[in-house]
Nanobody
Framework: QVQLVESGGGLVQPGGSLRLSCAAS????????MAWYRQAPGKQRELVAQ???????NYADSVKGRFTISRDNAKNTLYLQMNSLKPEDTAVYYC?????????WGQGTQVTVSS
């Protein structure tokens, strides 16, 4: 069984930065990709960024140039560096691991951007 545990969320002022982490444990295939999603109140969950086990990544247009996704395969840990945060980035951020045919989700971590 795979478990994902996110951390690093919190309250930050507009223009500030946060770094989210997602630690994966359990039996994890080396052929996988990981992603960050977010869900704001009253909105659908949306993809923020994803990265393959080989390090190829892509981003939602709304976060390009501000967020950076990375991973440490030796530690089975996913990161999301978020800079220049805006109030519209406020959401619960979820980590997702895909290793065919399975998909695993973390419990989410709240990010609130407010002055």
């Amino acid at each position: 069984q795979v478990q994902l545990v996110e951390s690093g969320g919190g309250l930050v002022q507009p223009g500030g930065s946060l770094r989210l982490s997602c630690a994966a444990s359990g039996s994890i295939s080396s052929n996988n990709y990981m992603a960050w999603y977010r869900q704001a109140p009253g909105k659908q969950r949306e993809l923020v960024a994803q990265i393959t086990s080989g390090g190829n990544s892509n981003y939602a247009d709304s976060v390009k140039g501000r967020f950076t996704i990375s991973r440490d395969n030796a530690k089975n840990t996913l990161y999301l560096q978020m800079n220049s945060l805006k109030p519209e980035d406020t959401a619960v951020y979820y980590c997702r691991l895909t290793t065919f045919p399975y998909i695993y989700w973390g419990q989410g971590t709240q990010v609130t951007v407010s002055s």
